[in-house]
């Protein structure tokens, strides 16, 4: 029983690496019409979709204008953790620079992505009338108090107010106030026609500019990442709801009063915060095919988000999914990294992972010590488990005698009960228990896979690295030199288990780690360490465990 536990275990984690690695995010979704003007929905629950396209808002001002700047200008915000380019061209987010992060090239992620085939940039706003539309997005702005091209925001708050005005009316006024420290941005539009005022809708262009995650799915078996591909969520109740790749445009019209709606991608993510009243939220998969190209290069997921009547100030958070920085601006905002079911776990491991890094100062080797420590912890269910393998295999020529002697009777013969009985009172005898191997075993899953959970999603990965040739522990070993280690110590510990009277089940048992290997050849390199470090314990322990316990006794045969 023993070693089906542990070929189930095995199982498991084949399963999990083999969803993550053959199946990438779905096919690009085929361009939609644009969203149509559905009715509300229950709260909390989907309206039918329109379209599966990302909202249209064409640009380009269709009247004269009576208030408005003369040239296209930029203008920098500055603030300790982020540099925020805007364009007075629609008064919109043209960057969104995050200082502390840097992306492959060296330079600082902007999570507004360059390439995006012409969607529009965020803080777009979406209206009833086209023109209005047209012209809200494409006007040249002026920005009020005079201010200047680069505002400092690194001591105090600031704040960047842009006004356009039309001659048929239409006014519009954008403002943008930015922090210190952290990565929140609080937008007002007021847009009115008259004396009245109208409710646009806020358009979240595609996101986000990640350039680890937009990658996600298009390199094949070995582009080195175990990438979530973008999605849109919605915080309602309590939970998150996630709508990944494609099935961001069959999501429908989300409505509800959400605590939290955005996008979100691997170690990023762009959310309202505690948007007022009822919302109405549409995601688009927005696939991006470079000119000249037939392959999809990047996967994005927008989305617009519009309110019952005009917001008022609407708080972002356009920043990195670490988990400080999400518990900072609530507790319930950290659901939006994917820590699966095993997060009650999770967290606090992510907490133990952060306290030895504060000592040993490198995430490599935090990885090993705490794996170490997690180790030592279920270093006595292990070593009752062995104990247990030992008087099991140590039974294995009696219970086969039992079995023998009843074997030409059919399994529907009442007298095949007997067998049982015997069976069980052998175990008793010899004060042996099929349970007490497998329950010791099942119990270390929990953390495993909690462990697992954490290496694969914890942005403090990303870009750090361990020693020699590992650079990033987020991304594959260059030199596939860690997973066939890892490969073969898994060999290596599956020689040292008791051993079995089933041959099939040996043989499975034996190419695992060739399956295994072939798994974590993709791998970041910060689960690798992780899984070749545990397997070394394991190996260690086994040999301490058959020191302690002496060589399999030899047991007598039964007389048949």
Same mark, same amino acid.
């Given at each position: 029983?023993?070693?089906?536990?542990?070929?189930?275990?095995?199982?498991?984690?084949?399963?999990?690496? *083999?969803? =993550?690695?053959?199946?990438?995010?779905?096919?690009?979704?085929?361009?939609?019409?644009?969203?149509?003007?559905?009715?509300?929905?229950?709260?909390?629950?989907?309206?039918?979709?329109?379209?599966?396209?990302?909202?249209?808002?064409?640009?380009?001002?269709?009247?004269?204008?009576?208030?408005?700047?003369?040239?296209?200008?930029?203008?920098?915000?500055?603030?300790?953790?982020?540099?925020?380019?805007?364009?007075?061209?629609?008064?919109?987010?043209? =960057?969104?620079?995050?200082? =502390?992060?840097?992306?492959?090239?060296?330079?600082?992620?902007?999570?507004?992505?360059?390439?995006?085939?012409?969607?529009?940039?965020? %803080?777009?706003?979406?209206?009833?009338?086209?023109?209005?539309?047209?012209?809200?997005?494409?006007?040249?702005?002026?920005?009020?108090?005079?201010?200047?091209?680069?505002?400092?925001?690194?001591?105090?708050?600031?704040?960047?107010?842009?006004?356009?005005?039309? *001659?048929?009316? !239409?006014?519009?006024?954008?403002?943008?106030? !930015?922090? /210190?420290?952290?990565?929140?941005?609080?937008?007002? *539009?007021?847009?009115?026609?008259?004396?009245?005022?109208?409710?646009?809708?806020?358009?979240?262009?595609? +996101?986000?500019?990640?350039?680890?995650?937009?990658?996600?799915?298009?390199?094949?078996?070995?582009? #080195?990442?175990?990438?979530?591909?973008?999605?849109?969520?919605?915080?309602?109740?309590?939970? $998150?709801?996630?709508?990944?790749?494609?099935?961001?445009?069959?999501?429908?019209?989300?409505?509800?009063?959400?605590?939290?709606? +955005?996008?979100?991608?691997?170690?990023?993510?762009?959310?309202?915060?505690?948007?007022?009243?009822?919302?109405?939220?549409?995601?688009?998969?927005?696939?991006?095919?470079?000119?000249?190209?037939?392959?999809?290069?990047? =996967?994005?997921?927008?989305?617009?988000?519009?309110?019952?009547?005009?917001?008022?100030?609407?708080?972002?958070?356009?920043?990195?999914?670490?988990?400080?920085?999400?518990?900072?601006?609530? /507790?319930? @905002?950290?659901?939006?990294?994917?820590? #699966?079911? %095993?997060?009650?776990?999770?967290?606090?491991?992510?907490?133990?992972?952060?306290?030895?890094?504060?000592?040993? #100062?490198?995430?490599?080797?935090?990885?090993?010590?705490?794996?170490? !420590?997690?180790?030592?912890?279920?270093?006595?269910?292990?070593?009752?488990?062995?104990?247990?393998?030992?008087?099991?295999?140590?039974?294995? /020529?009696?219970?086969?005698?039992?079995?023998?002697?009843?074997?030409?009777?059919?399994?529907?013969?009442?007298?095949?009960?007997?067998?049982?009985?015997?069976?069980?009172?052998?175990?008793?005898?010899? #004060?042996?228990?099929?349970?007490?191997?497998? !329950?010791?075993?099942?119990?270390?899953?929990?953390?495993?896979?909690? @462990?697992?959970?954490?290496?694969?999603?914890?942005?403090?990965?990303?870009?750090?690295?361990?020693?020699?040739?590992?650079?990033?522990?987020?991304?594959?070993?260059?030199?596939?030199?860690?997973?066939?280690?890892?490969?073969?110590?898994? %060999?290596?510990?599956?020689?040292?288990?008791?051993?079995?009277?089933?041959?099939?089940?040996?043989?499975?048992?034996?190419?695992? /780690?060739?399956?295994?290997? *072939?798994?974590?050849?993709?791998?970041?390199?910060?689960?690798?360490?992780?899984?070749?470090?545990?397997?070394?314990?394991?190996?260690?322990?086994?040999?301490?465990?058959?020191?302690?316990?002496?060589?399999?006794?030899? $047991?007598?045969?039964?007389?048949?």
């Amino acid at each position: 029983m023993e070693r089906r536990v542990l070929l189930a275990i095995s199982l498991s984690f084949l399963v999990l690496f *083999a969803y =993550q690695s053959f199946f990438p995010p779905p096919d690009p979704a085929a361009p939609g019409a644009p969203p149509g003007a559905s009715g509300p929905a229950p709260s909390g629950q989907t309206a039918p979709a329109a379209a599966g396209a990302p909202a249209q808002v064409a640009s380009g001002p269709a009247t004269a204008a009576l208030r408005a700047d003369t040239e296209e200008r930029e203008y920098v915000v500055e603030t300790t953790s982020v540099r925020a380019v805007f364009t007075n061209r629609g008064a919109r987010l043209k =960057q969104w620079e995050l200082k =502390q992060y840097r992306d492959l090239s060296g330079a600082a992620v902007d999570l507004v992505p360059a390439e995006t085939g012409g969607q529009p940039l965020p %803080f777009s706003l979406l209206l009833d009338a086209a023109p209005d539309t047209a012209a809200a997005n494409g006007a040249l702005y002026v920005v009020e108090n005079n201010a200047p091209a680069r505002v400092d925001a690194t001591t105090s708050p600031a704040a960047i107010t842009f006004a356009y005005e039309a *001659a048929d009316g !239409l006014v519009v006024r954008k403002r943008f106030t !930015l922090q /210190p420290s952290g990565f929140e941005v609080t937008f007002l *539009a007021e847009v009115k026609r008259g004396g009245s005022t109208l409710n646009p809708r806020i358009v979240w262009g595609p +996101g986000l500019g990640d350039e680890i995650a937009r990658t996600a799915g298009s390199g094949g078996f070995f582009s #080195g990442n175990y990438v979530y591909p973008a999605a849109g969520f919605v915080h309602l109740n309590g939970s $998150v709801e996630r709508f990944a790749g494609a099935s961001a445009s069959s999501a429908g019209v989300q409505q509800g009063t959400f605590r939290y709606a +955005g996008v979100t991608d691997h170690y990023f993510v762009a959310s309202t915060l505690e948007a007022p009243g009822n919302q109405r939220v549409e995601f688009a998969h927005v696939p991006y095919t470079p000119a000249g190209e037939g392959q999809v290069a990047h =996967q994005y997921v927008s989305f617009t988000i519009g309110f019952d009547q005009a917001p008022g100030d609407v708080r972002f958070f356009v920043g990195p999914k670490q988990f400080d920085a999400l518990s900072a601006v609530s /507790p319930e @905002f950290t659901k939006v990294i994917d820590f #699966g079911m %095993f997060a009650f776990l999770a967290v606090p491991l992510r907490g133990a992972l952060e306290w030895v890094h504060g000592f040993v #100062g490198n995430y490599g080797w935090s990885i090993i010590v705490l794996t170490l !420590l997690i180790n030592l912890v279920m270093a006595p269910l292990r070593h009752k488990s062995v104990v247990s393998m030992r008087k099991m295999q140590e039974l294995q /020529p009696q219970l086969k005698a039992i079995q023998d002697r009843y074997s030409h009777l059919k399994m529907t013969d009442p007298a095949r009960g007997k067998m049982n009985e015997e069976v069980m009172a052998l175990y008793k005898s010899k #004060g042996a228990n099929p349970a007490s191997g497998c !329950l010791p075993m099942l119990l270390t899953l929990p953390v495993l896979f909690a @462990f697992y959970s954490l290496l694969s999603q914890a942005i403090e990965m990303r870009g750090a690295p361990f020693a020699g040739w590992i650079t990033d522990l987020s991304q594959r070993d260059p030199y596939y030199i860690t997973p066939l280690l890892m490969g073969a110590t898994m %060999f290596w510990q599956q020689r040292l288990q008791p051993g079995t009277g089933d041959p099939v089940q040996q043989k499975v048992l034996m190419f695992m /780690p060739v399956m295994f290997t *072939a798994m974590f050849l993709p791998a970041p390199s910060g689960l690798v360490v992780y899984w070749f470090v545990s397997n070394l314990w394991a190996i260690g322990q086994q040999y301490f465990t058959n020191w302690m316990i002496g060589p399999p006794k030899a $047991v007598a045969g039964v007389k048949r």
